[in-house]
């Protein structure tokens, strides 16, 4: 007698936040190891820099121990720009798109995994949606490409005029921030075409890519979704109130704007206010800015682009759900409205939840940035907000770092690019629970 036994095989499946934060993790393992090759810098750098640099670049956040221009060779450069554009779309995105070239059908596990990436609620249509957003990332960057070229060839000639503008471009779209200049983009202050192209680039990569979709199927304002009308509207009105905040703080101080013009101060004042939505470009030397306008930067770089976007930052419609959640306890409504539409209360407790954990995730490091560097303390938190934010600017003090201060800054970028719901999902496993316990009143304020 023959018994046949049948083994069932448990399949393990991977929650995709796990995917999400471990395909950052391999492309910044890989990055590491590629610009470690003798032939990638001009002079000899350490694996903890080099560690640095590639997460910077994966997370889309540009801060730099070294000057990518002067260290990199062009094998190098090029390295860095493959991870801007891997990290700012998304790895996923990126190794969907090659399937998707090479005529591969799309397996459910994958679409799920976009499905996260890109913060949709159902999976249906997530490979028209990807398409899309490729064919958009495509055709805005060749564009702003072709444009900065035709401005910067009586510069630089044809062939540097074009290489500058594709990492440029690349890095600006992505919200980057790194440049191939010693001084970043100082040398085009009031620059308009500069100014133009490169904040519309990191205003637009800010905004969602879900969004940009959403207003290009929907011609009317009306039909466009909750989510989009709080994110333009927002955007506009915090750019706008940006731009005046910094141009009045700034612009008395010579050491920044004070000597400009008036519109060069308009231009350089707006560019400001936009790239610490995670851009990372800057035109002045923010360690010679005004105590308030370095406080409120970091505000901006806190709150941050929009949701499935190059951005990070706790995200501009939930800084937006805690104010409208506020006024409308002050009000005694029970769920806030915006656009006559209701934002249900678990948008609201996940709000509160992202803005508590980061946060906490700022003052840890902080603390313990300021046990191992000694860098004054408001550089060193400008330095974490910055680097929670993916945004990359600096008050000069990152070539300061010890190496323990690198990797700790490292973990920052890490975490901000993931997001710090994604990172608490892999470290905990959340469970609905069917029950409730008896209420108790808990007296707060």
Not at 132 to 139: A, G, K, P, R, Y
């Amino acid at each position: 007698m023959i018994f046949m036994l049948k083994h069932k095989k448990k399949r393990m499946t991977i929650s995709p936040p796990v995917i999400i934060a471990g395909s950052f993790f391999s492309l910044i393992v890989v990055g590491t190891c590629l610009l470690m090759l003798p032939f990638a810098t001009t002079t000899p750098i350490t694996w903890i820099d080099a560690l640095f640099v590639v997460t910077s670049a994966t997370t889309v956040t540009g801060l730099s121990v070294f000057d990518p221009g002067a260290t990199l060779t062009l094998f190098g450069e090029l390295v860095l720009l493959f991870l801007i554009q891997c990290g700012g779309i998304g790895l996923m995105t990126f190794a969907v798109a090659l399937l998707i070239l090479l005529g591969k059908k799309i397996g459910l596990q994958n679409r799920i995994y976009l499905q996260e990436s890109f913060s949709q609620q159902s999976i249906g249509g997530i490979v028209k949606l990807t398409k899309l957003i490729l064919l958009f990332v495509l055709t805005v960057e060749s564009i702003a490409i072709v444009i900065l070229t035709l401005h910067w060839l009586p510069i630089y000639g044809l062939e540097d005029a074009f290489y500058y503008s594709l990492f440029h471009v690349v890095s600006a779209f992505n919200n980057a921030g790194f440049s191939l200049f010693p001084d970043n983009l100082m040398g085009f202050t009031g620059d308009p075409i500069v100014n133009f192209i490169l904040s519309s680039l990191f205003v637009i990569g800010g905004l969602g890519f879900v969004v940009v979709v959403d207003i290009y199927k929907k011609k009317s304002i009306r039909a466009w979704s909750l989510h989009t009308k709080m994110m333009v509207v927002g955007t506009i009105a915090m750019n706008l109130f940006a731009t005046i905040i910094l141009f009045l703080l700034e612009y008395n101080n010579d050491r920044t704007i004070g000597t400009m013009g008036f519109w060069e101060k308009g231009f350089t004042s707006y560019f400001n206010a936009v790239t610490p939505r995670t851009a990372g470009f800057n035109m002045v030397d923010y360690g010679q800015m005004e105590d308030p306008s370095l406080l409120f930067t970091m505000f901006l770089m806190f709150v941050g682009g929009g949701s499935a976007s190059t951005a990070s930052g706790i995200k501009l419609t939930t800084f937006i759900v805690i104010i409208l959640a506020t006024f409308a306890f002050l009000r005694s409504r029970d769920e806030p409205e915006l656009f006559r539409r209701t934002i249900r209360k678990e948008v609201i407790i996940r709000s509160l939840a992202i803005s508590t954990i980061s946060l906490a995730v700022i003052f840890f490091f902080t603390f313990m940035l300021t046990i191992s560097e000694r860098i004054p303390l408001l550089p060193l938190v400008f330095e974490v907000f910055s680097a929670f934010g993916t945004v990359g600017l600096t008050m000069g003090v990152t070539g300061d770092l010890t190496p323990v201060g690198e990797i700790l800054i490292s973990i920052v970028m890490f975490i901000g690019r993931i997001g710090p719901l994604t990172l608490f999902f892999i470290l905990t496993k959340p469970k609905k629970t069917h029950y409730r316990y008896p209420y108790d009143p808990v007296f707060t304020g």
